[in-house]
């Protein structure tokens, strides 16, 4: 039972963050890239004042896989490699801390574009 309260919270917080993403498109002329762009640096202040990473540690998955948890992961990595090898820790940290789930996000990108074939939608 207490793993069904896990889905619950994760599909809630998850969900939450899906329709800020809606309502930005719906109500403002922000691009999506711009939208995406508000998340991951939204995620990266949130992680750095230490306030996302509570509500990642209790919703899992609903906090982590959308981009405002690739920039927790992006300001968690860069405060402890500054930590650890001072200010190049800046530069190295983040990459260090995306490098899984950036070459994950290359790997199957790649996958799928070598099944399916890749064309212009509007022909």
């Known amino acids: ?9 994760a599909f809630v917080v998850g969900g939450l963050l899906c329709i800020v993403g ?4 719906d109500y403002t002329k ?3 890239a711009r939208i995406l762009t508000i998340f991951v640096v939204a995620g990266v202040l949130l992680g750095a ?3 996302y990473q509570p509500l990642a ?5 609903g ?13 968690k990595g860069v405060k402890q490699a500054v930590q650890e090898k001072g200010l190049i820790g800046a530069f190295t940290g983040g990459f260090t801390a995306a490098a899984g789930g950036i070459c994950a996000a290359m790997f199957f990108g790649l996958l799928v574009a070598l099944v399916f074939k890749p064309g212009d939608k509007n022909k």
């Open 49 to 51: 004042l230490g306030v």
């Open 22 to 25: 809606q309502l930005l498109i």
């Open 30 to 32: 922000l691009t999506p």
């Open 1 to 9: 039972m207490e793993m069904l309260g896990d889905y619950l919270k």
């Open 63 to 75: 906090a982590t896989v959308p981009l405002t948890g690739f920039g927790n992961a992006l300001a």
């Open 57 to 61: 540690d209790w919703a899992g998955a």
